[in-house]
């Protein structure tokens, strides 16, 4: 048995040749969603999304995101409104009260879909409508992401990683607290970060099957440690249950150079250092890690090396041969 935290497109790629090692019915996916927001009323899930297509063999993996050859007629459809009527384009956040009104799992990021800043395909948007009705009938969103991991033909078990709200937002320099899809969607990384905040996770709790997952071997994926990994670790008792049982982090950085992503500028933001050293600084629980083979790095822990740069299922399976190889180094 296996766990994986994943968020952002790194561990989703790992993944992708990850059960040629760890068997797919053995394995568990915590999936980030501090990223979540609800744009005209629907809840989007991206990182738990990715898993979710990923694994259906249905999702965009030009962009990693969305379902692949999904139309857009809807999305084009919203632009076009608010073009003719003079409409600003956003994003468009809903005034204070609305944000902590409705669905509690929606607090503190809920946007107008007037011309919605993210781009979202008509079957995708199927998923959103179908998750959001189902919480609205009285399900988790454990048990929602159940239900569409089953409508997808998911063999591996893909929960969130608690059905309490937990925002992620971006202090910027310039343009005040914004949510991290506005930071990094609408303004595609470009304000300069000051700090990041998981609001409500003070007050989140891991579900109890989060709680038993982690309890077996844990493999964090080369995901963004800040926006990625961070909103679970803010999650009371997620830190405390990785320091009690094995775990293996990859480094998303080849010494100082990040491989993708906003990374490199949200760990500067947040006074951490962009590399590999400061990725294990802000890992203390994690007990191995796997480095590129060039990563010039020293750590005082175990690790093993491999080419870690992911291009697709075959390079997959080489990184999470060496996550095998680091478990069972440390078990």
Known sequence: MVTFLAGGTGTPKLLDGATRVFPANDTTVVANTGDDVELGGHLICPDVDTVLFAGGDVLDRETWWGIAGDTTATHEELGRLADVTGIDPGPRYLDDDAQ??????????RFSGVAEFMQIGDRDRGVHITRTSLLDEGHTLTDVIRRLADA?????????????????????????????QEYWV?????????????RGAEAAEPTDAVRAAL??????????????????????GIETALERTPVVAVSPFVGDEVFSGPAAALMAGVGADPST????DAYPFADAFVLDDDDPTDLDRHVERTDTRIDGADDAARVARACDRALEAVA
């Open 100 to 109: 902590t009104a409705g669905r509690e799992i929606a607090r503190w990021r």
């Open 277 to 280: 050293a400061g990725v294990a």
């Open 152 to 180: 997808f033909d998911l063999d591996v078990d893909l929960l969130p990683m608690s059905d309490d709200p937990v925002a992620t937002l971006i202090h910027t320099a310039d343009e005040g607290i914004i949510h991290f």
């Open 186 to 198: 609408a303004r595609r990384g470009e304000p300069d970060v000051t700090d990041v905040a998981f």
């Open 215 to 236: 309890r077996d071997p844990v493999v964090i994926g080369p995901s963004n440690p800040v926006t990625s990994i961070g909103p679970m670790l803010a999650v009371a």
